[in-house]
């Protein structure tokens, strides 16, 4: 089993120090065997939040998965957007723009879903796009094949669509034969599902975790969170994750697990499993 905590939407520059600090905590306790982040590590993209940034991963488990959201990017000044790019986020948080963790059980591997355009939604090139379908095809399917971007490649109906990273469809009709789990943020509200709903593709369905706002004040109706993800195998050779939403309780001051589900792999694709379902013919 691999132990995968997922946080997202840091938003240095815009956070509450008192959650960063019960989130050190909480980590430092679940002492996951991978730590991953999805994007929006700051707010306005300036020296003094990344410098944050920066130190607060410092303190957190090892070894991380990283990638990029549009607030890692200046978001409100087009001038600096387009002058600057990502200039910040390499020099203080990581140059690796795909990076990836493999072991004998997972690989798991980043994604750059943050560009120039659009300034606030998400795009896989093209280019991206036929590096990981090739990148993830060299992997054996018995290992749990995970992708990390910022912007989701799929929310729960009936979601705005609008908020799907660009040309979703083409990207998960190639990414589905050879990824098992999609793990985004980007809308500050936590959820799990299968692309079978949305895209119903025959065989083939990926589980997606987003990850709500893990530290920031920039709350959309939902208490901070963060995701834990527990892999391994139902029965032999069965395929299956655990996700975990540890959610902030302002009375207890703590992070504590509210919410479980439970996804695994048949030959139709991801699907979530209820435990209702034993014995069920």
């Known amino acids: 089993m691999r132990v995968i905590a997922h ?65 890692d990017l200046p978001f409100y000044n087009l001038w600096r957007r387009f002058t600057e790019g990502l200039a910040k986020y390499r020099r203080f948080i990581t140059d690796d723009l795909q990076p990836a963790f493999v072991d004998s059980e997972v690989v798991i591997i980043g994604a750059d879903s943050a560009h120039l355009y659009p300034v606030k939604g998400g795009k896989i090139t093209d280019s991206q796009l036929d590096e990981l379908v090739a990148l993830f095809s060299t992997f054996p399917s018995e290992l749990i094949r995970v992708l990390v971007t910022h912007h989701p490649f799929d929310l729960p109906e009936p979601w705005n669509p609008h908020l799907l990273i660009g040309h979703s469809r083409r990207a998960v009709t190639r990414l589905a034969p050879v990824v098992d789990i999609l793990l985004a943020g980007h809308v500050h509200l936590s959820s799990t599902g299968t692309t079978s709903t949305r895209y119903k593709l025959e065989g083939h369905a990926m589980a997606f975790v987003q990850a709500g706002t893990a530290i920031s004040d920039r709350n959309k109706g939902e208490t901070n969170s963060f995701n834990v993800i527990r892999t391994g195998s139902a029965e032999p050779r069965q395929k299956q994750v655990i996700v ?21 792999l048949s030959d139709q694709g991801w699907a979530e499993f209820r435990v209702s379902q034993v014995g069920v013919s």
């Open 244 to 264: 975990d939403r540890y959610s902030w309780t302002k009375d207890e001051r703590e992070f504590k697990c509210k919410d479980s589900k439970q996804y695994r």
């Open 7 to 71: 946080i997202s939407d840091l938003h240095f520059g815009y956070n509450d120090p008192l959650l960063a600090n019960a989130l050190t905590e909480a980590l430092a306790q679940i002492n996951p065997d991978v730590l991953v982040v999805s994007g929006d590590l700051v707010e306005h993209a300036t020296d003094a939040e990344f410098q944050h940034a920066r130190a607060f991963l410092d303190s957190l488990p090892g070894p991380q998965i990283i990638v990029p959201g549009n607030h």
